[in-house]
Every structure is written in C-alpha cells, then in structure tokens.
T-cell receptor, first 111, second 112 residues
Framework: DQQVKQNSPSLSVQEGRISILNCDYTNSMFDYFLWYKKYPAEGPTFLISISSIKDKNEDGRFTVFLNKSAKHLSLHIVPSQPGDSAVYFCAASAGGNKLVFGAGTILRVKS | EPEVTQTPSHQVTQMGQEVILRCVPISNHLYFYWYRQILGQKVEFLVSFYNNEISEKSEIFDDQFSVERPDGSNFTLKIRSTKLEDSAMYFC??????????FGPGTRLTVL
C-alpha cells in the first residue's frame, strides 16, 4: 500500500536554515493531510494539518503547502532548530476516516 | 493540555496469551483509533470506533482482535491469542471530529 510516499528517508540541515520535507500521494479521495513528528519510543505528535480546500497553512515556524494537481505536499520549517531533529510523518485521510501514513523522513538539524 | 494516555508502556507476553492494551482518550473526543507500528515499518491503521461501535477496520484486525469502551473514559484493544508477529508498538488515538487525531505514547508489545 503506497498511497502516501515520503521518498527521502533522511534529511540533514544546518541550524537556522530551512528544512523542506516532501510527501506524495496517489489517492485523489484524500481531503485532509497532516504532519506528525515522532521521537523513538514515543507516539506521533501532531504538528500541522491542511484541508484539501487550501493550498497553504502556517503555524509559527511550520508551513504546509498542498499542490493538489501534483498530489504533493511539503512541510517547511524555518528556521530549523536542533530540537526539530526527529522522524516526520506525512499522513492523509479521506472523509475523516483512518489515517494513511508515509514511511517517514528522519530530519537531523546540525548545530 | 489534554493528552491521550496508554498503559502499560511495555507488555511482554508469551505466544498464545491474551493481552489487553489500555487507552484513555482525550475527554471530550468522540472518535477513537488503534494503530500499530512494527519495527522498521510504517504506522498502520487497525480500527476506528465511534458511538460504541467499530466504524472501520483493516484486514489486520481479524477475529483475534477486539476493542471495547467499557466505561466513559477507557478504550481497550484485546488480542486474544498473541502471535510472534503481533510484536509492535500499538498507538491509541482520538479526535473530536473527523479531523486531527491525537496519539498516545504507545504500548510496546513483545511476544515471546
């Protein structure tokens, strides 16, 4: 089941710079998209979401962009901080039902 | 800030034994979920629960699995006869509506 794909297993960024995490999806029925951050042995922590009626949502240092025609979304973190180092999961749902997760991207922010 | 809690944090059991994983969702939430993550794999959906009944379940959620909301606060996942392949992190989640799901810290289940 590859409905949600995060093609970059890892990303390394210098502190203070922008981190861009990408996610692609195949199911055109998805109408709600979320990003979660996860540390080892902990549960996913909600970061930010976007509805399919929008193309951008911003919350502090985090911005999510949605390109429906390309079935692509991205999470921008500006500026990146060492505490942002974690695994980031993209997830999607159709009609408010189950979440379908991507495989995750490990973000390392170097100080 | 309200949060989802789960107990125990780690459960070790013998193959064939029954386990019950417990969750306390956020108090005013109405939708409840179980997910699991096998080591090195994606987080995958197991079951959703609303209005005291299962609203959706995955093919993983076979007859060995059951969920229950025994009272106004707890939400449980029971595995009747555990198998080695049930070893995973199990996450409970809840949502107030058909939107953002908030996850608990997880229960690590180890089946020997």
């Amino acid at each position: 089941d590859q409905q949600v794909k995060q093609n970059s297993p890892s990303l390394s960024v210098q502190e203070g710079r922008i981190s861009i995490l990408n996610c692609d999806y195949t199911n055109s029925m998805f109408d709600y998209f979320l990003w979660y951050k996860k540390y080892p042995a902990e549960g996913p922590t909600f970061l930010i979401s976007i509805s399919s009626i929008k193309d951008k949502n911003e919350d502090g240092r985090f911005t999510v962009f949605l390109n429906k025609s390309a079935k692509h979304l991205s999470l921008h973190i500006v500026p990146s901080q060492p505490g942002d180092s974690a695994v980031y999961f993209c997830a999607a749902s159709a009609g408010g039902n189950k979440l379908v997760f991507g495989a995750g991207t490990i973000l390392r922010v170097k100080s | 800030e309200p949060e989802v809690t789960q107990t125990p944090s780690h459960q070790v059991t013998q193959m064939g034994q029954e386990v019950i994983l417990r969750c306390v969702p956020i108090s005013n939430h109405l939708y409840f979920y179980w997910y699991r993550q096998i080591l090195g794999q994606k987080v995958e959906f197991l079951v959703s629960f609303y209005n005291n009944e299962i609203s959706e379940k995955s093919e993983i959620f076979d007859d060995q699995f059951s969920v229950e909301r025994p009272d106004g606060s707890n939400f449980t996942l029971k595995i009747r006869s555990t198998k080695l392949e049930d070893s995973a992190m199990y996450f409970c989640a809840s949502s107030g509506g058909t939107d953002t799901q908030y996850f608990g810290p997880g229960t690590r289940l180890t089946v020997l």
